[in-house]
């Protein structure tokens, strides 16, 4: 790294900060904080340039494009809320709580009056990050079937939304 076309650890933070908030800005909504994924964009970046030497590399942004989403993704995964790592089960059945999260009670309100219980638990883990596909294996449905009924919610919440005037 003494080369004088060879850049230090630090330009190269420098030089792809666009990049890691971008790439953080990107996953954020998926269970963790922006603040937690910008540093693990930062440790992500600088271990693939430690783990690509600089020579051999002739466009290292390219290189990091490719595989810096992939490492915040994962980081991503690994910070969801735990506590809500759980099934429909009948203590669901009385009453979903409210999320942890800020939502107006107004809505939550909203919510669990004009949806049904399965309805409400894939609202409620849409709220928390997780992906139609890790709902779907929750729920022993289809990722399609995840699909539409989303689909339904949000044309459902849109009528609703319009009608209350939030």
Do not use: W
Request: charged share 35%.
């Amino acid at each position: 790294m003494t080369d004088s076309k060879s850049l230090t650890l630090k330009n190269i933070i420098r030089k792809n900060i666009d990049l890691i908030e971008k790439t953080a800005r990107r996953y954020t909504g998926r269970g963790a904080d922006f603040e937690d994924l910008q540093q693990e964009a930062c440790l992500a970046l600088i271990h693939l340039v430690q783990k690509r030497p600089l020579e051999s590399c002739n466009d290292i942004g390219e290189y990091l494009r490719k595989r810096l989403p992939g490492r915040v993704r994962d980081a991503a995964r690994r910070h969801r809320y735990e506590e809500h790592n759980c099934a429909l089960t009948e203590a669901h059945e009385v009453s979903i709580p409210a999320p942890t999260k800020h939502l107006p009670v107004d809505l939550i309100d909203l919510i669990e009056r004009n949806f049904s219980k399965l309805d409400c638990f894939i609202i409620r883990h849409l709220f928390y990050g997780y992906t139609q596909k890790e709902i779907s294996k929750k729920i022993n449905r289809t990722q399609q079937c995840v699909h539409y009924r989303i689909k339904k919610i949000r044309k459902r919440l849109d009528e609703l939304l319009r009608r209350y005037e939030f």
